[in-house]
């Protein structure tokens, strides 16, 4: 690690300016990088590869955050660290009740984007029918999109496809919701979302679209088979006409009378444990 000689002060100190402009989509997007607050993140993160760019730490926490750091050894070498007065770190963090160690991370590579990348990866896990694949199509809830990235990876999904309007999966709120998930969960971004269906019913994939209509199949009375896939819509208008068209068939979740639908994100969980469960 490569320690700052200085306790900073001043939030025009460049690492702090850019901990602060991170929290743009547009400036995360631009620099490749992304913050997140924690303890728990932080060896989430370490643990599972990722390349930590520098870390601001809070004065009177800093030898136990650095204790922690000088335990990764070689993983952290590269890695800046720098200390900041309390009342700073205070005021940049977005946490209600700061740890003291705030991290600047690369992009995670098993995250491909649109394009080429998507595509390449998309079709190498849809040839295998083994492998487990969840849909997202305009999912914009923070909070939402991180538990279903939890979720995936806690029922073995091998992929999540999400349209290109899905919240940002490096949104600090987002990281925060996937609780050490999005370092482990691949996913791949398409602007249609009826491209990655037609690439996946090309392989041989039934794809359903999980909506209430006459036609829709009730969820737990084997309907879903080994390569099934589900596609979740948004949170207040469900999946588009189009995304529908595309679909094999649909399927919906059973519940009592009088109770209208699921969070998204509950509802992509129910269907996740019970493609797991084999149900």
Not at 89 to 114: C, K, Y
Not at 122 to 136: F, G, N, S, T, Y
Request: negative net charge; hydrophobic residues 45%.
């Amino acid at each position: 690690m490569r320690m700052g000689e200085e306790i900073i002060t001043s939030r025009q100190n460049k690492s702090v300016s850019l901990a602060v402009s991170l929290e743009s989509r547009k400036t995360r997007e631009k620099e490749g990088l992304f913050r997140f607050d924690g303890g728990k993140l932080f060896s989430e993160a370490v643990s599972c590869g990722i390349c930590i760019d520098r870390l601001l730490l809070r004065q009177s926490e800093s030898k136990k955050w650095l204790a922690l750091a000088e335990g990764y050894g070689e993983a952290l070498a590269d890695t800046a660290v720098l200390i900041l007065a309390d009342e700073l770190f205070d005021r940049i963090s977005t946490e209600r009740a700061p740890e003291g160690i705030l991290a600047i991370a690369e992009r995670p590579s098993i995250h491909a984007r649109v394009g080429e990348e998507s595509f390449a990866l998309a079709e190498q896990v849809a040839a295998h029918a083994d492998k487990r694949i969840l849909l997202l199509e305009s999912v914009r809830d923070t909070g939402n999109v991180g538990t279903i990235l939890r979720s995936a990876s806690a029922f073995g999904f091998d992929l999540v496809v999400m349209s290109a309007d899905c919240a940002d999966l490096l949104n600090p709120k987002t990281v925060r919701g996937a609780m050490g998930a999005l370092f482990r969960q691949p996913t791949a971004t398409f602007v249609d979302m009826t491209e990655a269906i037609s690439l996946l019913r090309s392989h041989g994939r039934r794809v359903f679209g999980a909506a209430l209509d006459r036609k829709a199949l009730a969820l737990g009375r084997s309907v879903l088979q080994k390569g099934d896939c589900v596609v979740i819509g948004n949170e207040g208008h469900g999946l588009s006409e189009k995304t529908l068209a595309a679909c094999s068939d649909t399927l919906f979740i059973p519940m009592e009378k009088g109770s209208e639908s699921l969070n998204a994100a509950i509802a992509a969980s129910v269907i996740m444990w019970s493609m797991y469960a084999g149900l």
